[in-house]
């Protein structure tokens, strides 16, 4: 890990963890020499303990992000996440998961998804890493996928679709 820590000795690569539960992405990015500048989640329980689990001085925690895009001004969480080196979004995933026998209604998890890429224009992240099960692809038929790759690529992004399988890493 010096590698990384060299890395970023200069300047530290900034990430914001939208959907951040606990904080696995702020500890990993963390452990690897990134400054976490925001992070937000719905649940009130998981900000609880991402705050005990992470020193948290230098990031801004925001709640639910379908409220937070809304808002404006200094303080706001496009303002604090402007020109972000990384976005991370691990949206809840249960909406598409193989064990939901309603995959293909639309969910609460899609209009997440689409509050998070709402982020894009206004903060204008370098990367953005969109984290979900496989179903996501094919949720919706298809469709919710699709008009999230459209709608980042109608904003400058380009889209990279990856399936690994993480129980390989234990």
């Known amino acids: ?12 690569l900034t990430v ?5 539960g606990i904080g696995s992405i702020t500890e990993a990015a963390q452990l690897h020499g990134a400054k976490v500048i925001a ?5 009130s ?21 379908s409220l937070a895009v809304d808002q404006t001004g200094v303080g706001s969480i496009c303002q604090v996440m402007q020109d972000v080196d990384v976005c ?5 995933c249960s909406d598409f998961s193989t064990l939901n026998l309603n995959s293909d209604r639309k969910c609460k998890s899609a209009s997440l ?9 206004r903060s204008r992240p370098k990367v953005f890493v969109l984290e979900n099960v496989t179903q996501l692809c094919t949720a919706q038929q298809g469709t919710l996928f699709q008009k999230s790759a459209d709608y980042a690529h109608q904003h400058g992004y380009s ?7 993480l129980s390989r890493y234990g």
């Open 159 to 165: 889209h990279e679709c990856h399936v690994d399988n």
């Open 16 to 20: 914001a963890d939208l959907c951040c």
């Open 1 to 12: 890990s010096s590698f990384s820590a060299q890395l970023f000795e200069e300047s530290p």
């Open 113 to 121: 998804l689409m509050s998070v890429l709402s982020i894009l224009p």
């Open 45 to 65: 329980l998981a900000l609880l303990q991402y705050e005990h689990r992470h020193d948290s001085a230098d990031t801004v925690l925001f709640g639910d992000i």
């Open 39 to 43: 992070a937000a989640d719905k649940d």
């Open 88 to 92: 991370v979004a691990g949206t809840p």
